[in-house]
């Protein structure tokens, strides 16, 4: 397996990992493991998969999984297709204030930036921002708990929810990531999902899963 990422004193490379400058010079005949923590529309790591795929190689996220999983409504409705009690949501092209939501953005320049919004002058202003001056929709999602976020390495999530992220990477196979979810008793709904930045990676962590749970890239 190759595992692609960045190799720099920060990361604690020490030759664990292959700088994705030079994977994406070469070809390659291999499962390989996407390190990089963002997968977004044309940021390196979405370049990483694709490159993996055009060599017809299996790679963890697929650019299927990679594009889906940061599009709410996709998210969402993937989630609840495989079980996962999501929140109610909506896309929304006016605003419809709410006292108690979360907004999250779908227009192309977004940099993953969801808002919770406890006030309806709080609700305009995240609208207006989302949308671009109203020019992209804004999905909409009602709440009505505890919002908090989870930090995921392959199967392993902060919190001890590794039962949580287990079942996340069974429906994306995602390695790194940030979910938004809430809380609400012991119920635990995730809402949206985002780029894990390279300070945030824990490599140790992500050699553990791998050597112990091959069976994930089978």
Not at 37 to 46: A, V, W
Not at 103 to 129: G, H, W
Not at 184 to 201: A, D, H, N, Q, W
Request: proline letters at 6%; a neutral charge; aromatic letters at 12%.
């Amino acid at each position: 397996m190759i595992l692609v990422g960045d190799c720099d004193e920060d990361s604690g490379g020490d030759g664990e990992l292959e700088p994705p400058d030079i994977f994406l010079r070469r070809a390659i005949h291999d499962t390989v493991l996407n390190l990089l923590g963002d997968y977004r529309f044309l940021t390196k790591g979405y370049y990483v998969s694709l490159h993996a795929e055009e060599n017809n190689c299996t790679v963890f996220p697929s650019v299927k999984n990679a594009l889906d999983v940061y599009r709410a409504p996709v998210f969402l409705a993937r989630l609840r297709k495989a079980g996962f009690e999501v929140p109610y949501f909506k896309v929304l092209l006016k605003p419809e204030p709410s006292r108690h939501a979360v907004l999250l953005p779908l227009n192309p320049f977004s940099k993953n930036s969801p808002k919770l919004v406890e006030s309806k002058s709080q609700y305009y202003r995240a609208f207006k921002s989302l949308s671009m001056d109203y020019h992209y929709p804004v999905v909409h999602v009602e709440v009505e708990g505890e919002i908090r976020e989870v930090i995921l390495h392959l199967t392993r999530a902060s919190n001890g929810w590794n039962e949580f992220a287990g079942r996340i990477f069974n429906v994306f196979s995602i390695p790194l990531g940030k979910i938004l979810v809430e809380k609400v008793g012991s119920r635990v709904k995730p809402l949206y999902f985002m780029p894990l930045e390279k300070k945030e990676i824990n490599l140790d962590l992500i050699l553990k899963v791998v050597n112990s749970e091959n069976r994930l890239f089978c």
